[in-house]
């Protein structure tokens, strides 16, 4: 499998979070373009499968842009104001086109983890 996947865990629940939604923009130097905008499934994932695949999925630097405050309202948490995390940036490099790069977030109020995951 090639291409771009994600899913999303809520640390604090123990589940995946359910309808977070997410950017994704391709970077070309100060330049930041959104590609298209996706939401987890009750598994914490996309549907449809790869968010960027074909020739769409080529070499370059990404960032996807988890709305994670938004999430965390909307499942019942209590956030302060501001919130500490809101907008969760992940900025990553895609070099290996015939790969699949699987990123990862692990939310909870006050932390998040990511990783490159297969």
């Not at 640390?11 to 994704?24: F, N």
């Not at 996706?38 to 842009?65: C, H, K, M, Q, S």
């Not at 948490?77 to 977030?105: E, K, M, N, Q, S």
């Amino acid at each position: 499998m090639t291409g771009l996947t994600t899913h999303v865990l809520d640390t604090a629940l123990g589940k995946p979070a359910e309808g977070l939604r997410i950017d994704l923009f391709q970077l070309d130097g100060e330049i930041r373009r959104h590609l298209k905008t996706v939401e987890t499934n009750a598994d914490g994932r996309v549907d449809g499968g790869p968010i960027l695949i074909g020739e769409n999925f080529r070499a370059g630097t990404y960032e996807l842009v988890f709305h994670a405050g938004d999430y965390l309202r909307a499942s019942g948490t209590p956030l302060p104001h501001p919130a500490f995390l809101d907008l969760v940036p992940i900025r990553f490099g895609i070099a290996d086109v015939t790969a699949h790069y699987h990123v990862p977030l692990l939310i909870s109020p006050y932390g998040y983890s990511t990783y490159r995951g297969s």
